[in-house]
C-alpha cells in the first residue's frame, strides 16, 4: 500500500451485472468516478478507461472494494484489475488497483531521514501508530509525536513493553491530523532507513501514506548480513555491538540507535570498497637490500667449504656408488653458489666485472686513447682533401666575383700533388 498497490476480496455480488466476474480482466489509465442512483440511494462507485468506457461498478453492499475506490475517487490510476478468486465458498473475486505515489516536492532537501514508530499491536490492518519519531542524519528530531488510536481502546501487551498508556494519549490528536506532515517529510528525504522497514512501513501505508520505496534502506537487515549472515538480528544487539547504549522502545531512541548503526554499515561498506580498489593497484617491490664487501667474501668462503665437501663426496662415491644420490645434488647446488658469489663480488667491487656474451668486444671509454690512423687512410684523407681544393678553383674560375668584392683565398697546393694516384680508392 506504500506504494499505491492494493487488493482487496469481494462478493461478485457487489458488482453490478455489466460486469463480467467470470474470467480476468486489467485496464490502464482509468478513473474513478461516481454513478449517481435514482431515489436518494447512495451512489456507485465505477471504474472508466481512456476511452470513456464504464468496466467495473459497485453498488457499495461490500465495504472493502467501496472504501478502496472511495479513497480515489475523481482521481487518475494507473492500473485496475480484477479477477475470480477460488479460496472462499461464496463467488468473489479480487480487485487490484495500483496508484503510482507522485511527490510533491520534486528536489528533496534532506539526504537522510530515520523513522520508528510504537504501536497498539503487530498487525498492521488492525492496531494502530501510538507514536512516531523522524530524525535527519544528524539525530535531530523532524517529528516526535504521541497519538491517540481512533479505534483501539487498550493495548495492555503492547504497553508493557512502549510504556504508553491510553490515559497519556488521551488528550492526544489522531495521526490522521499529520499526514500531510509525515507525508512532506518522506517526500522531501532522498533516503529512508529504517531498522525492520517491512514493520514500520507498513503501518504507514495503511494510513494512505505513498513513497518510493527504492529509496528505503533496512539498516536491520543490512547490519546482519554485513556482520552475521541473517537478516534478522535485534536493534538492541546490533547497538551494544556498536558500542552505544540508549533506552529501548522509545521511538525517538530507536531512531537515533538506528542512525549509529546504520552508520557503521556505512563505514564497513567504504572500507569494503576501499580494499577491492587496493586489491587492484600493484604493490611495489621491495628495494634490495644493498650487499656489503663483507658478506661477499664470507659467503665465498662457505661456498669454498661447500666446494670442500662436494669433492670429498665425490671421492667417496668409488667406495660407495650409492653415495651419487647426494653428491650429484651437492655439485649443482654449489655450481649455483659459485655463480652467485661471483656476482656478489663483482656488485661489490672486489672483482673486475666479466664482459662475455652479446655485449664482448673492446669496451671504449671517453679517457681512452683513440685507435691509430693507418697509412693507408692518411693517403686517402689527403687526397679528398687536394680534390676538394681543385673543386673549389674551378667554381671560382666559372663565376668570378664582383670586382668589389674580395676574392676568396684558396689555399696552395704544390703542382706536383695535383695528380690523383689511380691505385687509391
Known amino acids: 500500500m506504500l506504494q499505491g498497490k492494493h487488493s482487496v476480496l469481494t462478493s461478485k455480488g457487489s458488482v453490478t451485472e455489466t460486469t463480467d466476474t467470470s474470467s480476468k480482466h486489467m485496464f490502464k489509465n482509468c ?69 503510482r505515489h507522485e511527490a510533491k516536492i520534486s528536489s528533496p532537501d534532506i539526504d537522510r531521514v530515520v523513522l520508528d514508530v510504537e504501536t497498539t499491536g503487530l498487525d498492521p490492518e488492525n492496531d494502530e501508530i501510538l507514536r512516531l519519531s523522524i530524525i535527519d542524519g544528524s539525530g535531530a528530531a523532524l517529528l516526535d509525536e504521541t497519538y491517540k488510536p481512533e479505534h483501539t481502546t487498550s493495548w495492555p501487551d503492547a504497553q508493557r513493553i512502549n510504556r504508553i498508556s491510553p490515559a497519556s494519549v ?75 547504549r540508549y533506552n529501548a522502545h ?64 665425490v671421492a667417496t662415491c668409488f667406495a660407495a656408488p650409492y653415495m651419487l644420490i647426494i653428491a650429484i645434488p651437492a655439485c649443482l647446488v654449489c655450481r649455483a653458489c659459485f655463480s652467485h658469489a661471483k656476482d656478489m663480488r663483482e656488485r661489490t667491487g672486489l672483482s673486475k666485472p666479466s664482459h662475455k656474451g652479446k655485449h664482448s668486444g673492446p669496451q671504449h671509454t671517453e679517457n681512452a686513447p683513440a685507435p691509430a690512423i693507418t697509412t693507408e687512410e692518411a693517403e686517402y684523407e689527403r687526397r679528398l682533401a687536394i680534390e676538394a681544393t681543385q673543386a673549389v678553383r674551378r667554381e671560382a674560375e666559372l663565376n668570378p666575383p664582383a670586382p668589389s668584392a674580395p676574392i676568396p683565398a684558396v689555399p696552395h697546393v704544390p703542382e706536383h700533388e695535383t695528380a690523383v694516384n689511380a691505385d687509391l680508392p
Open 31 to 99: 478513473t474513478i468516478i461516481e454513478v449517481p442512483q435514482r431515489n436518494g440511494r447512495k451512489a456507485h462507485l465505477a471504474v472508466r478507461t481512456g476511452r470513456g468506457d464504464v468496466v467495473f461498478e459497485t453498488n457499495g453492499l461490500h465495504s472493502a472494494i467501496y472504501s478502496l475506490l472511495e479513497e480515489f475517487d475523481g482521481q487518475q490510476v494507473e492500473e485496475f484489475s480484477w479477477r475470480p478468486y477460488a479460496g472462499s465458498s461464496t463467488p468473489t473475486i479480487e480487485c487490484r488497483l495500483y496508484a
Open 170 to 244: 488521551r488528550n492526544r490528536p489522531p495521526i490522521t491530523n499529520d499526514i500531510e506532515r509525515i507525508q512532506t517529510l518522506l517526500d522531501r528525504a532522498r533516503e529512508v532507513c529504517v531498522y525492520n522497514a517491512d514493520f514500520d512501513l507498513a503501518f504507514l501505508g495503511e494510513l494512505g501514506l505513498g513513497m518510493d520505496t527504492s529509496k528505503v534502506r533496512d539498516t536491520m537487515r543490512e547490519y546482519g548480513r554485513a556482520f552475521h549472515g541473517r537478516d534478522y538480528i535485534k536493534l538492541t544487539e546490533a547497538a551494544q555491538e556498536c558500542s552505544y
Open 250 to 313: 522509545d521511538s525517538l531512541a530507536d531512531c537515533r540507535a538506528t542512525l549509529v548503526v546504520q552508520t557503521r554499515v556505512d563505514n564497513h561498506r567504504e572500507r569494503t570498497a576501499a580494499k577491492i580498489n587496493s586489491d587492484d593497484v600493484p604493490t611495489p617491490k621491495s628495494k634490495p637490500k644493498k650487499e656489503t664487501p663483507a658478506q661477499a667474501r664470507i659467503y665465498t668462503v662457505l661456498t669454498w667449504i661447500l666446494l670442500f665437501l662436494c669433492v670429498v663426496l
